[in-house]
């Protein structure tokens, strides 16, 4: 997975953009005026919705997003283009019909319950002019892009004509396209790439009561020839995602804890579109997906997931390869920030780790405890020879790095080939940094860099150097 920090997919996203507003506040009275509560507001956020969420999952993943959408000739039009301009992403292709009132809907929050949702919006669909501009559009951006979203939340956008004539051009130039379907009729969505129902969803398109693996099999195969699509997709809940082209396939979610499922549709077509960009066949992506949705549906709200927190999840989990674990200079950076921005208490320390030993995982465990991350930095082959000796290391840089990122301490190894970890040190810029009790009274290398230094006492008797002196007696 790691493999995908590489990409930068470019990904055309259509659909019904809208806000998401909300009043935050306190109630302590009731109206005098009406048996209704009475909300002192103290704080107003406004969020993209809709396709928006689609839209700031991919942006989140390191995908290049582009939107076509329609909007009104109000002011939530200008915050909407501003809520985008915010993330990055380009508002050129909004196109705006007149007396059409842009999307947003407001809820009132009193201490941490909503008490009342009110929308402002026009849900007929656009005109057949806005249509044309649209189609428009579309087609000459097109060649520039991996993949086409269609995120349908039945708010007027997506007509039944436009998103055939939109998924014909797709194919024409041969993209696929992912939709978030929405109503009971699926025709319009005919010769998609695969659409992304939920069971419930599913069962109302095509008429079959998903109770049973049987009736999920044939349910799914009746959307695919139904729809034409190249994948038949359903979306299980707690028990996964099913997959059918050829045969039926369930891969089962991965979420540990449950807090909110909102916008959890959004990030499985966002991480499935994205996925496949990447060049990922069907299951991979599924797979991907599956961690994505598990890492949303973990915090609270319409949320996104990173490509660090997915491996990290995926690490959590323990399905991910050691060597995931080890990074470069320019990933601990990046890496580090965001750890930061979530809140992550980071612990550094450093060594050759050549033989590794009972003292050595006994070090770094204690590092750990002092913190949220354990970053370690591993001197290369040719530091330490130049501070052990020419007969040293005994294990090679890339075998001593897989085995410290293998440990449950450990959680990202780096490697680095001066004598000292200060450039690293200077690039993570640790909470904690971590030393050998040898170094009390000493001046620690970084420790003008860290928030804190600690110091930990080795294992007597244990170390590298009195094992090989063992070997060498016994030989």
Not at 99 to 124: C, L, P
Request: proline fraction near 2%.
């Amino acid at each position: 997975m790691i493999a995908l920090k590489s990409y930068t997919p470019r990904i055309l996203v259509v659909g019904d953009l809208m806000i998401d507003h909300y009043l935050w506040g306190k109630c302590e009275r009731i109206s005098p005026e009406a048996p209704v509560q009475v909300v002192a507001v103290e704080k107003e956020t406004s969020v993209l919705g809709g396709a928006g969420n689609v839209i700031n999952n991919l942006k989140a993943l390191g995908a290049d997003v582009d939107v076509i959408s329609v909007v009104g000739d109000d002011a939530s039009a200008n915050e909407l283009r501003s809520l985008l301009q915010d993330i990055g992403v380009r508002d050129e292709q909004l196109i705006t019909q007149q007396g059409r009132a842009t999307s947003k809907k407001s809820r009132i929050i009193a201490s941490q319950q909503q008490v009342v949702r009110y929308d402002k919006e026009s849900t007929d669909d656009i005109d057949e002019a806005t249509q044309q501009t649209l189609l428009a559009h579309f087609s000459a951006l097109l060649p520039d892009y991996d993949a086409v979203l269609l995120s349908d939340y039945g708010k007027g956008v997506l007509t039944t004509e436009l998103t055939k004539a939109l998924i014909a051009a797709a194919n024409h130039a041969d993209k696929k396209v992912l939709v978030d379907p929405k109503g009971k009729d699926y025709s319009k969505y005919s010769g998609a790439y695969l659409l992304t129902p939920n069971k419930k969803e599913a069962a109302e398109a095509s008429g079959i009561d998903i109770n049973t693996q049987k009736a999920l099999q044939k349910a799914i195969a009746h959307l695919k020839a139904q729809c034409n699509l190249s994948v038949s997709l359903i979306t299980l809940s707690e028990e996964g995602i099913a997959v059918y082209d050829e045969s039926l396939r369930i891969h089962p979610t991965v979420a540990r804890e449950v807090y909110d499922v909102t916008g959890a549709g959004d990030t499985v077509l966002a991480s499935l579109g994205f996925a496949l960009s990447c060049g990922y066949d069907i299951d991979s992506a599924v797979k991907f997906a599956n961690l994505a949705a598990g890492v949303v549906v973990g915090k609270i709200g319409s949320a996104t997931a990173t490509l660090n927190e997915i491996i990290e999840y995926e690490s959590s989990l323990n399905k991910s390869t050691s060597d995931s674990h080890i990074k470069t200079f320019e990933e601990i950076s990046l890496l580090s920030e965001e750890l930061k921005k979530r809140g992550k208490t980071i612990v550094f320390t450093n060594g050759c780790f050549d033989i590794l030993h009972v003292g050595h995982v006994k070090y770094l465990e204690e590092a750990k405890s002092y913190g949220d991350v354990l970053i370690v930095g591993l001197n290369s082959d040719t530091s330490v020879k130049r501070l052990k000796g020419s007969t040293r290391p005994v294990n090679p840089q890339e075998d001593r790095a897989y085995i410290l990122a293998a440990l449950e301490a450990v959680d990202y190894v780096v490697i680095f080939e001066d004598d000292t970890p200060y450039d690293l040190i200077k690039t993570v810029q640790p909470h904690i940094l971590v030393k050998g009790g040898d170094y009390e009274g000493k001046t620690v290398v970084g420790q003008d860099i860290a928030d804190e230094l600690r110091l930990v006492q080795f294992v007597d008797g244990k170390s590298t150097t009195k094992i090989i002196e063992k070997i060498s007696t016994q030989c």
